[in-house]
């Protein structure tokens, strides 16, 4: 397992609410408790969580944000479950609308030489340059700043784009999910992916299990908001009782 992984994992059993001590988490992950210690002081160190005296407990909101390529190797096989499942509810002549994002990305992979008619919105340069390639597909590239950490166009240029838009159904990324909403690290990030939502006639969050149970600094989505969460196998199942018993739909793909 990369470190990366780890610390988002470790954050992720943190945010549920728990004070975990060094020791449980060193067992947990078959490693040194050493290795833990230093984990917990780097997720210290960025605002992600806050030590105690032999463990650590949430620091109320998680500002850490991997990288593009960060969030490329985590989770892979999840991912992949995930866009397998969403390509396979979009029919041809749809008007989809992709999400900047690994999870989002995979959808693209899966959608490719599928030999269907779409219009694909995207504020991707990542997945747009995936799919530019198939010959079905037109793709409509949302304009914007281009935020490096995500590789996502954003801002009030990306905002107005969008407004002028209508799409038959979203697919759109969360870095956590809670029964209160989806969120995000960044605001220009959310003010764009509030856009999405609204544009959509549909709209579907894709999110592995590890984003389930936590929240961030910006709220993007309400529950309501949305059509369907997919998720991957590997999804606590309590988790998603708690938001079936609160009207969500949730496909384990």
């Known amino acids: 397992m990369f470190a990366e992984e780890r610390r988002l994992k470790i954050s992720s059993l943190i945010k549920s609410g728990k004070s975990i001590t060094v020791s449980e988490l060193a067992e947990s992950f078959n490693v040194s408790e050493s290795t833990i210690r230093r984990d917990l002081k780097y997720l210290e160190d960025i605002g992600h969580i806050q030590r105690t005296h032999g463990g650590a407990i949430d620091a109320h909101y998680v500002l850490y944000e991997p990288s593009f390529f960060e969030k490329e190797n985590i989770e892979t096989s999840s991912k992949s479950q995930i866009g397998k499942f969403a390509a396979s509810l979009i029919k041809s002549d749809d008007t989809i609308l992709l999400d900047s994002g690994t999870t989002t990305l995979s959808i693209a992979r899966a959608l490719k030489g599928k030999n269907i008619r779409l219009t694909v919105v995207t504020n991707s340069p990542v997945i747009a340059l995936e799919l530019s390639t198939?010959?079905?597909?037109?793709?409509?590239?949302?304009?914007?700043?281009?935020?490096?950490?995500?590789?996502?166009?954003?801002?009030?240029?990306?905002?107005?784009?969008?407004?002028?838009?209508?799409?038959?159904?979203?697919?759109?990324?969360?870095?956590?999910?809670?029964?209160?909403?989806?969120?995000?690290?960044?605001?220009?990030?959310?003010?764009?992916?509030?856009?999405?939502?609204?544009?959509?006639?549909?709209?579907?969050?894709?999110?592995?299990?590890?984003?389930?149970?936590?929240?961030?600094?910006?709220?993007?989505?309400?529950?309501?908001?949305?059509?369907?969460?997919?998720?991957?196998?590997?999804?606590d199942k309590s988790k998603v009782k708690d938001f079936e018993e609160h009207g969500v739909q949730i496909i384990i793909s």
């Open 134 to 235: 198939e010959s079905g597909m037109d793709i409509v590239l949302i304009g914007g700043l281009l935020r490096k950490q995500t590789r996502a166009l954003v801002g009030p240029q990306a905002e107005n784009m969008l407004m002028d838009l209508n799409v038959d159904k979203a697919f759109i990324g969360t870095n956590g999910i809670t029964i209160n909403g989806c969120f995000t690290p960044n605001i220009l990030e959310a003010e764009t992916k509030k856009k999405m939502v609204k544009v959509s006639s549909q709209t579907y969050i894709v999110a592995d299990h590890t984003k389930f149970g936590v929240s961030n600094f910006v709220k993007f989505a309400d529950i309501n908001d949305i059509t369907e969460i997919i998720t991957d196998k590997n999804v």
